[in-house]
């Protein structure tokens, strides 16, 4: 198995604590792109993160805002998450 690069790695975890927020319970279930900057620390890592979540089908996006996908909450769901 190939080891992972730091910069993959860094990119997997933006999208991780995006998807966390966007599935946190009792939180909100749309943030703005703005939002999720603030929280990640830097614009360009956050639009990327997003931008890299809904090719892959896991956020839609409507404007400025993102929300999470059904298959992404079903899946955290499943997982026992959140």
Do not use: K, N, Y
């Not at 792109?33 to 360009?44: I, W, Y």
Request: hydrophobic fraction near 45%; charged fraction near 25%; include cysteine.
């Amino acid at each position: 198995m190939q080891d992972r690069s730091p910069v993959a790695e860094g990119e997997e975890h933006r999208e991780t604590v995006i998807l966390t927020l966007l599935l946190e319970p009792g939180g909100p279930w749309l943030w703005s792109v703005q939002e999720l900057a603030r929280e990640l620390g830097d614009a360009t890592d956050a639009a990327d993160a997003v931008a890299r979540l809904h090719a892959a089908g896991l956020v839609h996006r409507c404007h400025e805002f993102v929300f999470a996908t059904r298959p992404a909450a079903h899946f955290a769901r499943l997982i026992g998450g959140l």
